[in-house]
C-alpha cells in the first residue's frame, strides 16, 4: 500500500465549480500535512499546511481527519488559474516530506 | 523566485553514463534535499544534506550519491545511468531540517 494515495483524476471542470479532493495516508505516526500545488513540470508549492482544526485561505479550505487519516482540499469559485496538479503531501517528525501522485485539475472557461 | 538555483535545467545522456546536478540553496538555508520525480508521479525523497553531512536517504541505491559544500550549495551525482533514471530531480533548500522547503525548479534528465 503506497504511504499516500490520491485520486489521479484529471478533474475537469467549468470556471466557477466547487471542487474537492481526496487523500488518505498509510502511516498514523504522520504529523505534518499539506497541499503543495505544481504547474506543468514545474517545482511544487506550497499551496497550504492542513491544521487537525481544518483551515481555509480564500477559496481553499483544507481538512483532516486523523481517526480515518484523510485529508481533503475543497476549492471553490475555480478559476482559470487554479489549473494544476495538486500535491497531496505528509510527513512523520525528522522525515523527510512524502508525497502523493497528485490530482490533475483543469478549469475550462 | 525561492532563490534556489538548479542547474543544468535541461540535461540528455546515455545508459551507463554518469551525471551530475547542482544547486545553490537560499541564502542563510543550510540543509539541501533532493527528491526525483518521474512522470505522472510524486516527487520521492533521495537524501538529505545538513551542514555538510548526509542526514537522511530514502529508497536509492548506492549510484546516487551527492554533496554538500561549506557554502551549502549540493551536487546529486548518478553513476551507471539507466533509462529508469529519466525525471525531473528537484532540489530544496531548508534551514535545520524537513520544514519548509523552497524548491528549485529542477533539472530534466533524460536517459537515453
Known amino acids: 500500500r503506497k504511504e499516500v494515495e490520491q485520486d489521479p483524476g484529471p478533474f475537469n471542470v467549468p470556471e466557477g465549480a466547487t471542487v474537492a479532493f481526496n487523500c488518505t495516508y498509510s502511516n498514523s505516526a504522520s504529523q505534518s500535512f499539506f497541499w503543495y500545488r505544481q504547474d506543468c513540470r514545474k517545482e511544487p508549492k506550497l499551496l497550504m499546511s492542513?491544521?487537525?482544526s481544518g483551515n481555509e485561505d480564500g477559496r481553499f479550505t483544507a481538512q483532516l481527519n486523523r481517526a480515518s487519516q484523510y485529508i481533503s482540499l475543497l476549492i471553490r469559485d475555480s478559476k482559470l488559474s487554479d489549473s494544476a496538479t495538486y500535491l497531496c503531501?505528509?510527513?512523520?517528525?525528522?522525515?523527510?516530506?512524502?508525497f502523493g501522485k497528485g490530482t490533475t485539475l483543469s478549469v475550462s472557461s | 523566485e525561492t532563490g534556489v538555483t538548479q542547474s543544468p535545467t535541461h540535461l540528455i545522456k546515455t545508459r551507463g553514463q554518469q551525471v551530475t546536478l547542482r544547486c545553490s540553496s537560499q541564502s542563510g538555508h543550510n540543509t539541501v534535499s533532493w527528491y526525483q520525480q518521474a512522470l505522472g508521479q510524486g516527487p520521492q525523497f533521495i537524501f538529505q544534506y545538513y551542514r555538510e553531512e548526509e542526514n537522511g536517504r530514502g529508497n536509492f541505491p548506492p549510484r546516487f550519491s551527492g554533496l554538500q559544500f561549506p557554502n551549502y550549495s549540493s551536487e546529486l551525482n548518478v553513476n551507471a545511468l539507466e533509462l529508469d533514471d529519466s525525471a525531473l530531480y528537484l532540489c530544496a533548500s531548508s534551514l535545520d531540517g524537513y520544514e519548509k522547503l523552497f524548491f528549485g525548479s529542477g533539472t530534466q534528465l533524460s536517459v537515453l
Open positions: 503531501v505528509v510527513k512523520q517528525a525528522g522525515t523527510a516530506l512524502i
Open positions: 492542513v491544521y487537525s
